[in-house]
């Protein structure tokens, strides 16, 4: 447990300095962050708790980032396999890859002005989580999560190796089977680090679209309100939310990924 | 004991699995200089005959293993297969390298080519302990490539190749990585295999000692361009010994072949 030594070292000399300076508004104590954090129900400035939020912004994260594994991988694949594709679009994903996730935003709102998942299914206003995704905001999220998956998926198929082509051609695989049985394994560890920086990237994206004007939910919408209000503990225990969901994503998906990729790096 | 056969006669037999007829191949150079790579291959390979092909690494063995697995094609002359063996189904490759699929167990490499042709699961699996037990693999169903010791290898990718039931078996220098106690337990497998199976093999391998040891025929390469410099007949008992003899003598006759060219 040595490992806990310094984080708690940390937290005492800032639950001091805290009380010390006494402005909870400016610099709040551990005590007040963790009542906020032990309160998850508790309905903030009537824009939902810190729960509610929590799983808006979770679920966003979630459409948009199988949206655009689904895109990324499909493209990918098809780059990587086909060269004449590759060297037609490559250059247009290199022009726009830089481009940051957040830069998509105001146009993306402007396209879909606030229509939601629950409008694309002819819903209109269905009094359910997906009122509060918003079409623009999944937008960005698909923008955040597509690149790193396409870029990884291109390099997991074009890097296959020759040899475990000819191989099963030679034990007589037809080119669909080829495709299922060898590129796709060959290239899945490079297709799930490709994930796996997505998610991370996704999870950043949409604390940063949440915090932009015209949102009115979320837990990046949350903190931005909480910091006008000069709720400082409630700032910093939402801080404390987004690091741990993070967290927890980015093992869950190592967790997932690992028992498709033990033999990567083995290759013999 | 020793036929020389001078290069564009055929070798006399009423039944050939495979045959090169004046078989021509080139390739451009990273300098862009054009290299022939094989020039005027003339060879006709009787059904059940081991042949090995021996020559300097780099003499154009391998891209005529690959002109007759299909992955290659010739510039010029004709290569064909006899008409009951199907290039898709009856050829098998054993490569040097990266010779098993290393997402998948020994297990289902083994039973790879039979998944592909639809057999069931349980038959597939059957059928892989089986071959696996035939190459001294009994045991190892659900290890690893990456678990595998090198010769252990080439025993899963001779199982494998096996599992196909092909009538036609190539193989690139397949105990090329070896040391020299694994690569002589190996090569006594395949001739045990050879004899037990009755299928024609083509077997690349730099090492003249292999080539007399396990082929029915040897075909000796030139490098640049590769030509055949002699088609010896080997018809020393089995198993056969390198201090033998008459081995040795043949071992220093193709020595000295390959010394003349390349000195």
């Given at each position: 447990?040595?490992?806990?030594?310094?984080?708690?070292?940390?937290?005492?000399?800032?639950?001091?300095?805290?009380?010390?300076?006494?402005?909870?508004?400016?610099?709040?104590?551990?005590?007040?962050?963790?009542?906020?954090?032990?309160?998850?129900?508790?309905?903030?400035?009537?824009?939902?708790?810190?729960?509610?939020?929590?799983?808006?912004?979770?679920?966003?994260?979630?459409?948009?980032?199988?949206?655009?594994?689904?895109?990324?991988?499909?493209?990918?694949?098809?780059?990587?396999?086909?060269?004449?594709?590759?060297?037609?679009?490559?250059?247009?994903?290199?022009?726009?890859?830089?481009?940051?996730?957040?830069?998509?935003?105001?146009?993306?709102?402007?396209?879909?002005?606030?229509?939601?998942?629950?409008?694309?299914?002819?819903?209109?206003?269905?009094?359910?989580?997906?009122?509060?995704?918003?079409?623009?905001?999944?937008?960005?999220?698909?923008?955040?999560?597509?690149?790193?998956?396409?870029?990884?998926?291109?390099?997991?198929?074009?890097?296959?190796?020759q040899n475990y082509i000819l191989l099963g051609r030679s034990l007589g695989a037809n080119p669909a089977q080829i495709f299922i049985h060898v590129y796709l394994p060959a290239a899945l560890p490079m297709i799930l680090t490709g994930l796996k920086h997505a998610l991370a990237r996704c999870w950043m994206v949409i604390i940063a679209a949440e915090m932009m004007a015209g949102i009115d939910s979320g837990i990046g919408y949350l903190l931005v309100y909480a910091a006008d209000n000069a709720a400082m503990d409630l700032v910093?225990?939402?801080?404390?939310?987004?690091?741990?969901?993070?967290?927890?994503?980015?093992?869950?998906?190592?967790?997932?990924?690992?028992?498709?990729?033990?033999?990567?790096?083995?290759?013999? | 004991?020793?036929?020389?056969?001078?290069?564009?006669?055929?070798?006399?037999?009423?039944?050939?699995?495979?045959?090169?007829?004046?078989?021509?191949?080139?390739?451009?150079?990273?300098?862009?200089?054009?290299?022939?790579?094989?020039?005027?291959?003339?060879?006709?390979?009787?059904?059940?005959?081991?042949?090995?092909?021996?020559?300097?690494?780099?003499?154009?063995?391998?891209?005529?293993?690959?002109?007759?697995?299909?992955?290659?094609?010739?510039?010029?002359?004709?290569?064909?297969?006899?008409?009951?063996?199907?290039?898709?189904?009856?050829?098998?490759?054993?490569?040097?390298?990266?010779?098993?699929?290393?997402?998948?167990?020994?297990?289902?490499?083994?039973?790879?080519?039979?998944?592909?042709?639809?057999?069931?699961?349980?038959?597939?699996?059957?059928?892989?302990?089986?071959?696996?037990?035939?190459?001294?693999?009994?045991?190892?169903?659900?290890?690893?490539?990456?678990?595998?010791?090198?010769?252990?290898?080439?025993?899963?990718?001779?199982?494998?190749?096996?599992?196909?039931?092909?009538?036609?078996?190539?193989?690139?220098?397949?105990?090329?990585?070896?040391?020299?106690?694994?690569?002589?337990?190996?090569?006594?497998?395949?001739?045990?295999?050879?004899?037990?199976?009755?299928?024609?093999?083509?077997?690349?391998?730099?090492?003249?000692?292999?080539?007399?040891?396990?082929?029915?025929?040897?075909?000796?390469?030139?490098?640049?361009?590769?030509?055949?410099?002699?088609?010896?007949?080997?018809?020393?008992?089995?198993?056969?010994?390198?201090?033998?003899?008459?081995?040795?003598?043949?071992?220093?006759?193709?020595?000295?072949?390959?010394?003349?060219?390349?000195?």
């Amino acid at each position: 447990m040595g490992w806990t030594v310094i984080p708690l070292l940390l937290l005492i000399i800032w639950q001091v300095s805290a009380i010390r300076l006494g402005k909870p508004w400016l610099f709040p104590t551990v005590t007040r962050v963790l009542v906020q954090l032990l309160h998850p129900l508790r309905d903030h400035y009537a824009s939902g708790s810190l729960l509610s939020n929590t799983m808006i912004s979770i679920f966003r994260v979630v459409i948009g980032f199988v949206a655009a594994s689904l895109a990324g991988i499909i493209l990918g694949i098809l780059m990587g396999s086909v060269r004449w594709l590759r060297s037609l679009l490559e250059p247009m994903v290199e022009i726009i890859r830089p481009l940051s996730p957040i830069a998509w935003l105001p146009f993306a709102i402007a396209v879909f002005k606030l229509n939601t998942l629950s409008h694309l299914f002819g819903l209109g206003y269905s009094r359910t989580i997906l009122d509060q995704v918003q079409l623009g905001m999944l937008f960005v999220i698909f923008v955040g999560g597509f690149f790193p998956i396409l870029i990884n998926t291109i390099d997991g198929v074009a890097g296959v190796r020759q040899n475990y082509i000819l191989l099963g051609r030679s034990l007589g695989a037809n080119p669909a089977q080829i495709f299922i049985h060898v590129y796709l394994p060959a290239a899945l560890p490079m297709i799930l680090t490709g994930l796996k920086h997505a998610l991370a990237r996704c999870w950043m994206v949409i604390i940063a679209a949440e915090m932009m004007a015209g949102i009115d939910s979320g837990i990046g919408y949350l903190l931005v309100y909480a910091a006008d209000n000069a709720a400082m503990d409630l700032v910093i225990a939402i801080m404390v939310i987004i690091g741990t969901i993070g967290a927890l994503l980015s093992y869950f998906i190592r967790r997932v990924m690992r028992p498709f990729i033990r033999w990567h790096g083995k290759e013999v | 004991m020793i036929m020389r056969i001078t290069p564009n006669k055929t070798v006399a037999s009423d039944r050939i699995a495979l045959s090169f007829n004046d078989v021509g191949k080139g390739y451009t150079s990273d300098i862009g200089t054009r290299v022939a790579a094989l020039e005027n291959i003339n060879l006709q390979i009787d059904y059940g005959q081991f042949v090995t092909l021996v020559g300097a690494t780099g003499c154009g063995k391998t891209t005529l293993l690959n002109l007759a697995a299909g992955i290659d094609t010739s510039d010029s002359g004709a290569i064909s297969l006899a008409e009951d063996i199907c290039p898709k189904r009856d050829v098998a490759y054993v490569f040097q390298h990266y010779t098993l699929l290393p997402w998948l167990n020994v297990e289902h490499n083994v039973a790879f080519g039979l998944k592909m042709r639809g057999i069931s699961r349980k038959q597939r699996i059957n059928a892989s302990a089986e071959l696996l037990g035939q190459v001294g693999l009994k045991g190892y169903e659900k290890a690893w490539p990456h678990e595998l010791s090198g010769g252990m290898r080439q025993r899963a990718s001779i199982a494998q190749a096996l599992a196909i039931n092909p009538k036609l078996l190539l193989m690139d220098e397949p105990f090329g990585a070896l040391d020299s106690s694994t690569r002589r337990d190996l090569q006594t497998m395949l001739g045990n295999l050879h004899r037990d199976r009755k299928m024609t093999i083509l077997f690349v391998t730099h090492s003249i000692d292999e080539a007399v040891i396990l082929g029915d025929r040897v075909i000796v390469f030139s490098e640049q361009p590769g030509r055949i410099l002699e088609d010896q007949k080997i018809s020393l008992p089995r198993p056969r010994m390198p201090s033998d003899a008459a081995f040795t003598r043949q071992f220093l006759h193709i020595y000295g072949l390959l010394a003349e060219t390349h000195p």
